[in-house]
């Protein structure tokens, strides 16, 4: 069974339901039970607080699982067990095994269930899920959560999710449980119409809310985090300071032990396509950022790794998104722009992109359509260019394999 060429993948309203993955979960035995759960949800930083939650709890000396999305480079990337992803070889035997159960669903919904069994077979003491978009409705909602987590509410995905924060905040919501002793961690920095949706749900389900601008945390810690990650940005340090949150309470919960916290536990949670340097000479950057919550948290770590520095910015984002808001945020750091394909079958037209862009009147320097993205990036690196490229995470995936291809 050959895989799909897949980097992100967004359901569309027809497969937005649960009814498939439910059958084919219990098909398998619902591997989805039967160990320790934290379900991760937000607009932005689901997969920076799974990543640091991952590292803090394999300091209990547990077998800690991990599912991401989307993935980068490897779909290997998607399921992780203490840090280490999954080999390509065992991802294809159960792929195998389990085609027949598989072939109803999504390609989100086979890996939701390929992580499952990956759990079970391998006795993880934990999982920690990252939701794929929304929470009520997503495959990942199918476990047993005993803590949830609400990262961030932003304006991502409205035509699935529902307009306005409020609406996506309760679709978010959905990953809220009814039984007690089952507590949802949100971040501090929700907005109101946010804050309340979420309060609305914990009250309706019955469920313990709990907020990082409540929560008091070891100064020593907070200090570790502040240190290791300050050139990183105020938002990640926000999710690191989440996850430290939920792991103190958890350990208290479940009675789990807990080493110290070596020098840079925080710095090793780290995912591609994040904020990620590809190159200091000729500089690069990428990162996957594709809504404006999640640029603004870009503009935040070039304002404090490159404050003065331009940019010829490669971007591209995907057919739904509207592009003038995201360059907006950055337009002070851009000098030029090259417009290039990478993901022909659900990107915006680089000829759409740019009319756009013209009608918009927004000043981002010349404005270049780009055939080739390869050729492209060799011309402007050989020129001596410093690069952002950003707008989608399959933009971000083909910069790293081209980069790779230039070692």
């Known amino acids: 069974m050959t895989a799909p060429i897949q980097v992100f993948d967004v359901p569309s309203l027809e497969f937005y339901k649960l009814d498939?993955?439910?059958?084919?979960?219990?098909?398998?035995?619902?591997?989805?039970?039967?160990?320790r759960c934290i379900l991760v949800?937000?607009?932005?930083?689901?997969?920076?607080?799974?990543?640091?939650?991952?590292?803090?709890?394999?300091?209990t000396g547990k077998k800690i699982?991990?599912?991401y999305s989307p993935h980068i480079e490897s779909e290997c990337e998607r399921i992780q067990i203490?840090?280490?992803?999954?080999?390509?070889?065992?991802?294809?035997?159960?792929?195998?095994?389990?085609?027949?159960?598989?072939?109803?669903?999504?390609?989100?919904?086979?890996?939701?269930c390929l992580a499952f069994v990956y759990f079970r077979e391998q006795k993880v003491d934990l999982q920690v899920l990252e939701v794929g978009m929304g929470g009520r409705l997503d495959a990942t909602n199918l476990s047993d959560p005993d803590y949830s987590v609400i990262t961030s509410v932003?304006?991502?995905?409205?035509?699935?999710?529902?307009?306005?924060?409020?609406?996506?905040?309760?679709?978010?919501?959905?990953?809220?449980?009814?039984?007690?002793?089952?507590?949802?961690?949100?971040?501090?920095?929700?907005?109101?119409?946010?804050?309340?949706?979420?309060?609305e749900v914990a009250r309706?389900?019955?469920?313990?809310?709990?907020?990082?601008?409540?929560?008091?945390l070891p100064e020593v810690i907070i200090k570790q985090i502040n240190s290791e990650l300050r050139d990183r940005g105020d938002f990640q340090i926000q999710n690191a300071k989440l996850a430290l949150a939920l792991f103190l309470e958890a350990c208290r919960d479940w009675n789990w032990e807990q080493s110290d916290f070596p020098k840079n536990i925080f710095r090793k949670a780290r995912l591609k396509g994040r904020c990620q340097i590809l190159s200091q000479f000729p500089l690069v950057v990428i990162d996957g950022a594709h809504n404006v919550e999640a640029v603004r948290a870009l503009d935040n770590f070039l304002e404090l790794n490159f404050p003065n520095q331009k940019f010829t910015a490669v971007f591209g984002v995907m057919n739904e998104k509207d592009p003038?808001?995201?360059?907006?945020?950055?337009?002070?750091?851009?000098?030029?722009?090259?417009?290039?394909?990478?993901?022909?079958?659900?990107?915006?037209?680089?000829?759409?992109?740019?009319?756009?862009?013209?009608?918009?009147?927004l000043d981002v320097g010349p404005v270049v359509i780009e055939m080739d993205l390869g050729a492209g990036l060799?011309?402007?690196?050989?020129?001596?260019?410093?690069?952002?490229a950003f707008g989608s995470f399959y933009l971000a995936g083909q910069m790293i394999r081209l980069s790779q291809g230039d070692r």
């Open 20 to 35: 498939n993955i439910r059958e084919a979960l219990q098909k398998l035995d619902n591997p989805q039970f039967g160990r």
């Open 41 to 59: 949800a937000g607009t932005n930083a689901k997969g920076s607080v799974v990543s640091y939650l991952s590292e803090l709890f394999q300091l």
């Open 65 to 67: 699982g991990s599912y």
């Open 82 to 112: 203490n840090s280490d992803l999954i080999p390509e070889e065992e991802l294809q035997r159960l792929r195998l095994k389990h085609e027949t159960v598989l072939k109803p669903l999504t390609y989100f919904e086979q890996m939701t």
């Open 154 to 199: 932003g304006l991502d995905h409205e035509e699935v999710l529902g307009k306005g924060e409020s609406a996506i905040a309760r679709e978010k919501s959905g990953i809220m449980r009814k039984r007690k002793g089952r507590p949802v961690w949100v971040a501090g920095s929700l907005s109101g119409l946010a804050q309340e949706s979420c309060r």
């Open 204 to 216: 309706e389900v019955g469920a313990e809310l709990r907020s990082l601008s409540s929560a008091i």
């Open 324 to 361: 003038i808001p995201l360059l907006e945020v950055l337009r002070s750091r851009i000098k030029a722009l090259c417009l290039p394909d990478f993901y022909p079958p659900r990107q915006m037209s680089k000829e759409k992109l740019a009319k756009l862009i013209e009608e918009s009147s």
């Open 378 to 388: 060799r011309r402007l690196k050989d020129g001596g260019e410093s690069l952002l």
